[in-house]
């Protein structure tokens, strides 16, 4: 979904598991689905986690559990605090469809795949890498407290545990810092650039 981003301030759901892969995110029998739908997506995200065979809630997984197992809405468990290596395996796209799909903004973690993080990029869901000494703290601090909140930053590119008042900077394109900004895709940002585009191949004309 199209959202500009600013500060989120919310609580967070943590995934404290290590090389997540995107059959993990979402298992490769759903990519044979024709909809491009994000509900369709985020109401399998983790499937295999999160259901048994036929189909029940496993209780012990954190997306079934009273604490976390509220979707995300404003304010409220909008990021998802994953373990190290976030997003390996296969290229899917998918994954990120699944993640903004279950209402996900921000996914933070001390190291993500590359081609995950920009399919998350591309498909508004902002990945924030920080240190493994921050990430374990959040992971710490929720355990004890699932009402943690954290706020993230965007146009100062800063990550806030607002329990500890501790920050890190991190790292983002600037191009895709400005289309997240600007709710833009890429083919958004293009036609905003039209006139600038037509101006120039005119130039070239004359």
């Known amino acids: 979904m199209k959202q500009k981003f600013d500060i989120i301030e919310s609580t967070c759901v943590p995934l404290p598991l290590e090389n997540v892969d995107t059959?993990?995110?979402i298992p490769a029998r759903f990519l044979k689905a024709t909809t491009r739908d994000e509900k369709?997506?985020?109401d399998n995200l983790f499937r295999d986690w999160r259901f048994d065979k036929d189909g029940k809630p496993r209780e012990n997984f954190v997306l079934n559990t009273p604490a976390f197992g509220v979707k995300p809405s404003e304010g409220n468990r909008q990021i998802l605090v994953a373990g190290k290596n976030f997003g390996s395996g296969s290229s899917r796209e998918h994954a990120a469809w699944a993640i903004a799909g279950?209402?996900?903004?921000v996914v933070i973690s001390s190291f993500f795949a590359d081609?995950?993080?920009n399919n998350e990029l591309n498909n508004f869901v902002l990945p924030v890498v920080v240190s493994e000494g921050f990430l374990a703290e959040l992971f710490a601090g929720i355990a004890a407290d699932p009402d943690l909140k954290v706020r993230v930053d965007v146009p100062a590119q800063t990550v806030t545990n607002l329990a500890t008042g501790k920050s890190e900077r991190f790292e983002l394109n600037g191009y895709k810092k400005y289309c997240l900004l600007n709710a833009l895709d890429d083919i958004d940002y293009l036609l905003e650039q039209k006139a600038?585009?037509?101006a120039f191949e005119q130039k070239r004309k004359d």
Request: no cysteine; hydrophobic share 40%.
């Open 102 to 105: 279950y209402g996900f903004r």
């Open 115 to 117: 081609i995950h993080k």
């Open 40 to 42: 369709f997506f985020g």
């Open 196 to 198: 600038k585009i037509e």
């Open 23 to 25: 059959d993990q995110i």
